[in-house]
Antibody, heavy 121, light 108 residues
Framework: QVQLVQSGAEVKKSGASVKVSCKAS????????MHWVRQAPGEGLEWMGW????????KYVQKFQGWVTMTRDTSISTAFLELSRLTSDDTAVYYC??????????????WGQGTLVTVSS | SYVLTQPPSVSVAPGQTARITCGGN??????VHWYQQKPGQAPVMVVY???ARPSGIPERFSGSNSGNTATLTISRVEAGDEADYYC???????????FGGGTKLTVL
């Protein structure tokens, strides 16, 4: 069965960087785009962008450009999300989500369990 | 960017029908997807492409989409349906995913 297993919770200081992993199993990794979505405490879902597992091409929401990097390693079926220059506003649960592509865009049939990133000053 | 508007909360008694709306400009021309999120858990897709149900999702969950409003309908509501629900679309004009703000369903 399809599984997305994310790395464990992280606690970081302001200004630091963090890298979250998302290991896929149960399907062919390169066949589906991977998206990242974050959720601040008590808030809703915020889409961050996607990565193409075949080409490594990415698309980011403008607010994340320049300090968020999405990468992948196809040899281990794993996607990565790296955040730099962390601030307390980045405290959130970060989810990877496998995308299905419909006629009118992507939607998400499987999600990772989430990784809590806590940023302290 | 495309804005999706959901009511913050909906309350319903067990056995009744809950309707959660998702408003957007001409949303009827887009495909709307719905996710259920229980506390401390990842979201789970409950409806995709306006009205289709993934395998394993009860028939009590259904969707519709027309004009400026999409609706998730949960029939014969159970205590286990209590959760946050989010609608989602793909905005082709910005090439971005958009989520609604979420609706907390309370089963009285």
């Amino acid at each position: 069965q399809v599984q997305l297993v994310q790395s464990g919770a992280e606690v970081k200081k302001s200004g630091a960087s963090v890298k979250v992993s998302c290991k896929a199993s149960g399907y062919t990794f390169i066949d589906y785009y991977m998206h990242w979505v974050r959720q601040a405490p008590g808030e809703g879902l915020e889409w961050m962008g996607w990565i193409s597992p075949t080409s490594g091409g990415t698309k980011y929401v403008q607010k994340f450009q320049g300090w968020v990097t999405m990468t992948r390693d196809t040899s281990i079926s794993t996607a990565f999300l790296e955040l730099s220059r962390l601030t307390s506003d980045d405290t959130a649960v970060y989810y990877c989500a496998r995308a299905l592509s419909g006629d009118l865009g992507d939607y998400f049939d499987h999600w990772g369990q989430g990784t809590l990133v806590t940023v302290s000053s | 960017s495309y804005v999706l508007t959901q009511p913050p909360s909906v309350s319903v008694a067990p056995g009744q029908t809950a309707r959660i709306t998702c408003g957007g400009n001409n949303i009827g021309s887009k495909s709307v997807h719905w996710y259920q999120q229980k506390p401390g858990q990842a979201p789970v897709m409950v409806v995709y492409d306006d009205r289709a149900r993934p395998s394993g999702i009860p028939e009590r969950f259904s969707g519709s989409n027309s004009g400026n409003t999409a609706t998730l309908t949960i029939s014969r509501v159970e205590a286990g349906d209590e959760a946050d629900y989010y609608c989602q679309i793909w905005d082709s004009s910005s090439d971005h995913v958009a989520f609604g703000g979420g609706t907390k369903l309370t089963v009285l």
